[in-house]
């Protein structure tokens, strides 16, 4: 079974910075893709970044590009999420998701229970 637990999250000034991690069983970790998303009060569910089984490709959403990064350790079934200059618009439920195929182009399903990031002075 699918297991994806989230963690790192917490309350960060704005313009700080913190590190998110994933850590995945129940499948063969590098044979797919994976990806985090977050969701906003009274937003829909986006996705901000995906990494391919590899770590070659990457993907991120247009409002979280040179900011954040994403990357994976596959010898410790582990996703991690760097996030720099963080805004107050960077406060979400952040989950992290598992891809269907070895590529960055989704679907993507299987999400953790979510790690809370508030972005506030």
């Known amino acids: 079974q699918v297991q994806l637990v989230e963690s790192g999250g917490g309350l960060v000034q704005p313009g700080g910075s913190l590190r998110l991690s994933c850590t995945a069983s129940g499948f063969i970790f590098s044979r797919y893709a994976m990806s985090w998303y977050r969701q906003a009060p009274g937003k829909e569910r986006e996705l901000v970044a995906a990494?391919?089984?590899?770590?070659?490709?990457?993907k991120y959403a247009d409002s979280v590009k040179g900011r954040f990064t994403i990357s994976r350790d596959n010898a410790k079934h582990t996703v991690l999420l760097q996030m720099n200059s963080l805004n107050p618009e960077d406060t979400a439920v952040y989950y992290c998701?598992?891809?269907?195929?070895?590529?960055?182009?989704?679907?993507?399903?299987?999400w953790g229970q979510g790690t809370q990031v508030t972005v506030s002075s």
């Open positions: 990494i391919s089984s590899t770590g070659a490709g990457l």
């Open positions: 998701a598992k891809g269907s195929s070895s590529t960055t182009n989704g679907p993507f399903g299987s």
